[in-house]
């Protein structure tokens, strides 16, 4: 439009309304393409940051983050021989690898050595990030944040990280899709700190270290799972030498010994003992490991001050993480006196149900306070135990003494209930007071039964101990008797003398003549298999006497079966045995008692083989196999001692054949319940029988398996063996 037009337009309202709106439009025409061109140039300048990040950054910034090493690794031989076996073969996904354990234990050290190792796979760089898991006074590393710390850690430019954790963790993973990179998490908290730290890459490996076993990385991700247990003694040692600097010759071996077990093999507890160690210059080793033990004890020779270089410092994160019915478990578990705890001595401890205690022991060994040895048992480290009992005594309470009662009171009625299953013609005994366990195991049969004590069995002389100390006398004679005949069965009678002789005392404290008399009966039922004859019965008389004076037939019966094997077993004296065992009888049959009749049966049957009486004994033997086999309640271990009987009758009647069919019965039986000596005195009869018999070869591996069994329960019989095997060699 030219200049004459407009003004022509103008002239008239029309033309001034006409212009306006083609200046308006023109204007309007100029913003958008300003708009237009401000899109196309934001659009340039995404395209080239994300043409950037897309990329690597920059190539030629390879990250070597890893820390030094440690001087010296020791005792780790196994689980360096599992983690390079997993990278020998190229992964589909990146291989991760969790390394879990007890404070203190090595795992960063051990993380990072290997990762030294195997740092030349890795020709795009190695990461290293401590997530602060567990620590003094620090949070752990919030996942986004950790990614953030990732990101710069690649060379990703700050203004390049998104701030969403999704959008850093799909960053993340594309940096690392095509790259060879060693990335090396250190002190993880849980697995929802780790997953979005996952890499994911084919041609990566991930090492992650943590108190927590994070077994959702093993299930979901395929994670393998390495758990680091304390060093035994040799390591130690070596461990310990190489931190002091003086060879082994140098260092006498009483006192490095006496140190390594106060640390329980911990390479942590051993370095701060090093550390003492280093710090006393001008005397000799001896010396200052005596000043070291006459200084300080318990957790204080741990302890050099600083939180990185005292035990209670370093495991106490994992202790404050804990719910509070778990801290409270943590604590009741250090002054319960058990070395470990199964869901129903955790339920006892806190008065809750099987689910309750179930996730108070998960919750533990997340933390790695606790771990689990054995299917549904949980032991602790040494150290970790006296910590905890530290927290108890500083906040002791009476709820916390009726966990205590609960505890004791499950491990007695426990003990009775699986001591009738190995035992069940035996006279139980009333347990003390009235119930205060919330959960008692009752084993189905005489396996569980057996695997219970077995499983139990320093628990509960632990808790024998402890309640001799605090005058509990009824619990500790009571406990000292559900373990007799688990005792009886396997060999185990020095440890019957032991734990008897603490009855004792407190059976004389209580001033119970019942007791007493138990007491005496039991201690010289174990002399008389130790072959200690005179203490033996000396105390089955003061028994006697005892069950006499309270008119207890059925105690002076049993007293009596016990004097009659003393005097017979132990003494040779077959004469007096029959006595004792015929007034056994006498008084059992009065009474009517099938089961110990039976018993009693084929003891005077087995004196009456040893004084030659060899019709008579088995006539009286095989009346005992008849009354074992018509009782309501299986006596199998009176049983196969019976036919133990038999078959050496038959051996001196000269019938070979059927005196070893009846031994291998006896064998059976003796297996079936897992009777370790009883088995062993089997197989020395039946090679005599196979001897006899002219089969030398059988002969010698019956006995070969009867030394064995001897020498391993430390039986003085095994000399006899000994001298038999020999004579046919």
């Not at 390879?62 to 690794?73: A, D, E, G, S, T």
């Not at 006196?337 to 199964?342: E, G, K, R, T, W």
Request: charged share 25%; with cysteine; glycine share 6%.
């Amino acid at each position: 439009m030219d200049v004459d037009t407009m003004w022509a337009i103008i002239g008239s309202t029309a033309g001034v309304a006409s212009v306006v709106a083609t200046i308006a439009v023109a204007a309007v025409d100029r913003r958008s393409s300003r708009r237009r061109s401000d899109r196309a140039s934001r659009a340039a300048e995404t395209s080239t940051a994300q043409s950037q990040i897309a990329d690597p950054i920059d190539a030629r910034a390879i990250p070597r983050q890893l820390p030094p090493p440690m001087r010296k690794i020791v005792g780790r031989e196994p689980e360096i021989a599992t983690l390079n076996s997993h990278i020998a073969e190229p992964a589909r996904a990146g291989y991760i690898f969790v390394l879990s354990g007890v404070a203190g234990v090595g795992k960063t050290a051990l993380a990072t050595d290997w990762a030294h190792r195997i740092s030349d796979r890795f020709p795009d760089g190695q990461i290293y990030l401590d997530l602060k898991g567990f620590g003094e006074d620090v949070q752990p590393l919030d996942p986004s944040g950790a990614l953030g710390r990732l990101l710069r850690l690649l060379r990703i430019p700050a203004e390049h990280i998104p701030a969403d954790k999704d959008e850093r963790a799909s960053l993340y993973r594309r940096v690392l899709a095509e790259r060879r990179i060693l990335v090396v998490l250190d002190n993880a908290h849980d697995a929802a700190q780790i997953r979005p730290l996952l890499p994911g890459a084919p041609a990566s490996v991930t090492i992650i270290t943590g108190r927590d076993p994070l077994h959702s990385l093993v299930i979901h991700d395929g994670a393998v799972p390495v758990i680091l247990d304390v060093l035994d003694e040799s390591d130690s040692l070596e461990l310990l030498y190489s931190r002091i600097g003086r060879v082994a010759e140098d260092f006498e071996s009483a006192d490095a010994v006496d140190l390594v077990r106060h640390t329980g093999g911990l390479p942590l507890a051993l370095a701060i003992v090093a550390a003492r160690i280093q710090s006393h210059t001008g005397a000799s080793i001896t010396e200052l490991a005596g000043e070291v033990r006459r200084e300080r004890s318990g957790l204080d020779l741990l302890d050099l001050g600083e939180a990185e270089t005292s035990f209670r410092a370093v495991v106490s994160p994992s202790y404050r993480a804990l719910s509070g019915e778990t801290a409270r478990l943590f604590r009741l578990f250090g002054v319960s006196s058990c070395f470990d705890l199964s869901w129903q001595t955790a339920a006892n401890l806190l008065g809750t149900d099987k689910s309750g205690s179930h996730a108070a022991l998960q919750e533990l060994g997340r933390h790695s306070l606790v771990q689990e040895r054995a299917p549904g048992r949980f032991r602790s480290h040494d150290l970790v135990r006296a910590y905890a009992a530290e927290l108890a005594s500083a906040g002791q309470s009476h709820q916390d003494d009726d966990s205590m009662r609960r505890l004791r009171d499950y491990y007695l009625r426990s003990g009775l209930l699986a001591d009738h299953k190995l035992n069940p013609p035996r006279k139980q005994i009333s347990p003390a007071g009235p119930q205060a366990a919330s959960w008692i195991s009752q084993p189905a049969d005489y396996g569980a039964a057996r695997e219970w004590f077995e499983a139990e069995h320093d628990n509960i002389v632990a808790i024998l101990n402890q309640c001799q100390v605090f005058g509990l006398h009824d619990m500790v004679w009571q406990l000292a008797w559900t373990l007799v005949t688990f005792y009886d069965r396997q060999g185990r009678w020095h440890e019957q003398v032991d734990t008897q002789r603490l009855a004792l005392a407190s059976a004389e404290a209580l001033g119970s003549i019942e007791a007493r008399a138990v007491v005496h009966r039991l201690l010289g039922q174990a002399y008389g298999w130790l072959g200690r004859h005179p203490e033996a019965v000396d105390h089955c008389e003061k028994a006697l006497t005892l069950y006499q004076s309270l008119n207890d037939l059925n105690g002076c019966a049993r007293t009596h079966y016990t004097l009659g094997w003393a005097f017979g077993e132990r003494r040779n004296d077959y004469s007096t045995a029959l006595i004792h065992a015929q007034c056994a009888l006498e008084i059992y049959t009065a009474l009517g008692d099938s089961a110990w009749q039976a018993r009693t049966l084929n003891s005077v049957g087995w004196y009456q083989a040893q004084l030659s009486m060899y019709r008579e004994a088995l006539l009286t033997c095989d009346k005992a196999i008849d009354v074992f086999r018509r009782l309501p309640d299986p006596d199998r271990h009176g049983e196969a001692d019976t036919l133990d009987s038999l078959g050496y009758v038959y051996h001196q009647l000269g019938d070979h054949d059927r005196a070893r069919q009846l031994y291998e019965d006896a064998l059976h039986l003796w297996r079936l319940q897992g009777n370790s000596y009883y088995e062993a005195d089997t197989l020395h009869h039946l090679g005599d029988t196979l001897l006899a018999g002219e089969d030398h070869r059988r002969a010698s591996e019956s006995w070969r398996r009867a030394l064995d069994i001897l020498e391993r329960i430390g039986h003085p019989e095994s000399g006899m063996l000994r001298e038999k095997l020999r004579s046919v060699s």
